[in-house]
């Protein structure tokens, strides 16, 4: 027995080296087309945005055009970025003429059962959530200060918090700020459906 209790120690530390180096599961959704898309897996992507939206909300639809500049700007630095839809009664056809409509260039993902709302901890839309390649959450919050209240926001955004998270995710640093509030229309809940 005693060499037993000497051992468990050293079989402890076995465990927590072993599992600080386990990466996250891919994450498995389909997109709007109906196919299956796996995050995670391209070893080239630097970081994953994923920008939670849905069709109804005005302060979703008020960022579009900002959506498209984050894109435009951090897809061609391998930055892989998508839409995430997690309203449980949003359809796959409603999601695609939003995404049309507003111009927005990102893959349109469906989580109706809320997995990736789960892994990321996401509440709102839009909301702005930056994974590691590793599945780490670098980032959770707005895309920037814009709105200050419901009905309240500037004419312009003066902090631009995605793009200084992604900033120093790109120059190999901490996000200097890892969570932010973010303003705008909460996610439905999957059981209220």
Same mark, same amino acid.
Request: net charge positive.
């Given at each position: 027995?005693?060499?037993?209790?000497?051992?468990?120690?050293?079989?402890?530390?076995?465990?927590?080296?072993?599992?600080?180096?386990?990466?996250?599961?891919?994450?498995?959704?389909?997109?709007?087309?109906?196919?299956?898309?796996?995050?995670?897996?391209?070893?080239?992507?630097?970081?994953?945005?994923?920008?939670?939206?849905?069709?109804?909300?005005?302060?979703?639809?008020?960022?579009?055009?900002?959506?498209?500049?984050?894109?435009?700007?951090?897809?061609?630095?391998?930055?892989?970025?998508?839409?995430?839809?997690?309203?449980?009664?949003?359809?796959?056809?409603?999601?695609?003429?939003?995404?049309? =409509?507003? /111009?927005?260039?990102?893959? $349109?993902? &469906?989580?109706?059962?809320?997995?990736?709302?789960?892994? %990321?901890? +996401?509440?709102?839309?839009?909301?702005?959530?930056?994974?590691?390649?590793?599945?780490?959450?670098?980032?959770?919050?707005?895309?920037?200060?814009?709105?200050?209240?419901?009905?309240?926001?500037?004419?312009?955004?003066?902090?631009? =918090?995605? /793009?200084?998270?992604?900033? $120093?995710? &790109?120059?190999?640093?901490?996000?200097?700020?890892?969570? %932010?509030? +973010?303003?705008?229309?909460?996610?439905?809940?999957?059981?209220?459906?």
């Amino acid at each position: 027995m005693p060499i037993r209790l000497k051992a468990l120690p050293f079989l402890l530390m076995v465990l927590m080296l072993a599992n600080r180096n386990v990466q996250a599961a891919p994450l498995a959704v389909m997109d709007a087309n109906g196919k299956t898309v796996t995050l995670l897996q391209d070893k080239s992507v630097k970081a994953t945005v994923l920008l939670f939206v849905t069709n109804d909300c005005p302060i979703t639809n008020a960022y579009a055009p900002e959506i498209k500049r984050l894109y435009d700007a951090y897809n061609a630095k391998k930055i892989a970025f998508y839409l995430v839809y997690a309203d449980p009664e949003l359809k796959a056809n409603v999601v695609r003429q939003h995404v049309k =409509d507003y /111009r927005l260039p990102c893959p $349109a993902l &469906l989580d109706p059962a809320h997995i990736l709302v789960h892994f %990321t901890q +996401a509440t709102i839309t839009p909301q702005a959530v930056i994974l590691a390649p590793d599945g780490k959450r670098l980032y959770l919050g707005r895309i920037d200060d814009r709105y200050i209240d419901f009905g309240k926001a500037r004419y312009a955004a003066t902090t631009h =918090d995605l /793009r200084t998270a992604l900033d $120093a995710v &790109l120059q190999g640093k901490p996000v200097p700020h890892p969570t %932010t509030k +973010a303003i705008g229309c909460y996610i439905p809940d999957v059981a209220s459906h």
